[in-house]
């Protein structure tokens, strides 16, 4: 496509062609078309704590639970963390008195309880068979200190790549459970690997085995079929996204996404690579997308959308309960409508990006969610910048400040029943440019209305849902109702244009899963005067997809 500029005259022709072809239809720009292949801000609640298997203490002999001695004084045998001294202190109130077996066993646990509360939590005390003389009684401590450290059921990573991630839980090593719970969280983070560590009595009295049982998936995907474009460029739109993990054995993935729409009127590919850069969780990702598209019932108007992104991540917190991570990269994006061939606009943008995300599984269940994400190229750009544009002419768009947050909360109702809450809004102090700016519709916003509906360079969008997940023959169904609600604005608007457009919805739908089938649909209707662009007084929008 030519990027040359276009003289006055032919401008004129030119625009006055693009009008008649688009006819009552509204013009399609290269931001709205992004907007319908946006992935959406999604819930996720924090994973669940790794699971570690230990070792149980042996219970006493029950015939002689009854039976009473006078202790005298306990005796420590492999403990090396503390003296025994201070664990001697623990259980003096067993001394000098009657006591049975079982409180033998008792103070045994006491001694094991006092490990555990300074983190040490493989740590454990045994009694062992022994002919209790002049009242001592001698206590047997495992420190968990590990003897040998091995992987089971593991191809896609080695050993090695495993044992890396465990940092300073090593053979020989006295740990705590804290850190080998971390460190088996920040394993959990590679690529198709799901691990989990089972701790076993080693050869020797006083040491452990770590074992790490591992389930891998080398490679999954998904053939997805859904509604979710605009009519122009195509509503029904097919895809196919592929997830390749560690492809070159150093935890890497890759992933390819490709998608048509009806009448092959929009194409867009996707790829991302990311690898580790240490083992505490940093990955580096950099990814690409482009997008083409033609417009219905214009045959001469068409457009491209391409974009590149570099990004950093890490993971600051890792709990059972709660992630924190943060991300800063950077992007440059170039877009454009053409006509007959010709560039009639073209934009591009490059941006430094910070962002960052937190979840946080509550006790009862419920799951509450921040996502911010900044972006700024320090550069200000206004609304003569956009109206002034000649035709043909490339805008560098500038972007002081787009700051975006996101608040999610799902928790449980009575009766099953789950109230689902989500607010979005968008602050920019100037213009935006047509890639960026803030949109309200589609699946993902007002549902009454198509995605990308309107558009404004400050915004807000709420949404209010119940759902009643359901088990039923081995599926989960999850009806829904829901309202929704949102508005734009525009800083310093043009003339004769508006400067706030708003849209509300109300609806129902439901979300099925069976085995390796997701499918979900949203029936919704426009609550306020505003007439949808095409025309819709309802609107159905749905998706199936099949993993493997």
């Known amino acids: ?128 068979p022994q002919k209790i003389e002049q009242g001592t009684v001698r206590l047997l401590v495992s420190e968990g200190r590990i003897a040998r450290i091995t992987a089971e059921d593991n191809k896609l990573y080695t050993t090695e790549q495993i044992t890396d991630y465990l940092g300073e839980v090593r053979t020989g090593t006295v740990y705590q459970g804290s850190t080998l719970s971390e460190r088996v969280r920040n394993l959990n983070t590679l690529p198709g690997l799901q691990a989990k560590a089972v701790v076993r009595p080693g050869e020797r009295y006083g040491t452990s085995d770590l074992v790490i049982k591992t389930v891998e998936d080398p490679i999954s995907g998904s053939l997805i079929v859904d509604n979710f474009g605009r009519e122009s460029i195509g509503e029904v739109r097919f895809s196919a996204f592929a997830q390749i993990n560690n492809p070159l054995k150093v935890g890497d993935q890759l992933q390819l996404l490709l998608l048509r ?187 009454g209305y198509p995605a990308s509906e309107v558009r404004g360079d400050r915004g807000y969008f709420g949404q209010l849902g119940v759902n009643f997940p359901v088990a039923i023959a081995g599926a989960r169904i999850t009806p829904r109702v829901f309202a929704d609600s949102g508005k734009v604005f525009a800083v310093d608007p043009a003339p004769a244009t508006p400067g706030e457009k708003s849209l509300t919805s109300v609806g129902f739908g439901a979300d099925l899963q069976y085995q390796r089938i997701t499918a979900k649909f949203d029936w919704s209707f426009p609550r306020e005067d505003r007439t949808s662009s095409d025309g819709e007084d309802d609107r159905v929008f749905g998706s199936l997809a099949v993993s493997f």
Do not use: W
């Open 1 to 128: 496509m030519s990027a040359s500029t276009i003289g006055p005259r032919s401008a004129l022709l030119a625009s006055g062609c693009l009008l008649a072809c688009f006819g009552a239809q509204a013009q399609i720009t290269p931001g709205q078309v992004g907007d319908t292949l946006k992935k959406p801000i999604e819930l996720q609640p924090a994973k669940p704590a790794p699971t570690i298997q230990t070792q149980t203490q042996e219970a006493p002999p029950a015939a002689a639970s009854n039976k009473t001695l006078t202790l005298k004084q306990f005796e420590f045998a492999g403990n090396t963390l503390f003296s025994g001294a201070e664990l001697s202190e623990l259980v003096k109130g067993y001394l000098d008195r009657p006591v049975t077996l079982l409180e033998v066993f008792e103070a045994a646990d006491k001694v094991a309880d006092f490990y555990v509360s300074k983190g040490y939590t493989l740590a454990s005390v045994n009694v062992p």
């Open 261 to 447: 729409s009806e009448e092959n009127l929009l194409r867009y590919g996707y790829v991302a690579y990311s690898l580790p850069v240490n083992f505490s969780g940093t990955r580096v990702t950099a990814s690409a997308g482009a997008a083409e598209f033609d417009v219905k019932d214009a045959p001469l108007v068409d457009g491209k959308n391409q974009s590149g992104r570099l990004t950093v991540s890490h993971p600051l917190m890792i709990t059972p309960n709660s992630r924190l991570s943060v991300n800063v990269g950077g992007s440059r994006t170039i877009a454009n409508s053409d006509f007959g061939g010709t560039t009639f606009n073209e934009t591009s943008i490059s941006l430094l990006e910070l962002g960052a995300d937190y979840s946080y599984s509550h006790a009862n269940l419920a799951v509450s969610q921040v996502v911010l994400n900044l972006s700024s190229n320090f550069k200000e750009l206004e609304r003569s910048d956009l109206t002034t544009l000649a035709l043909g002419e490339r805008l560098s768009a500038g972007q002081r400040l787009r700051a975006e947050l996101d608040l999610q909360h799902l928790r449980p109702l009575v009766k099953g029943f789950q109230l689902y809450l989500h607010v979005n809004g968008v602050y920019s102090p100037d213009p935006l440019s047509d890639i960026t700016a803030y949109s309200l519709g589609g699946p993902n916003g007002v549902r």
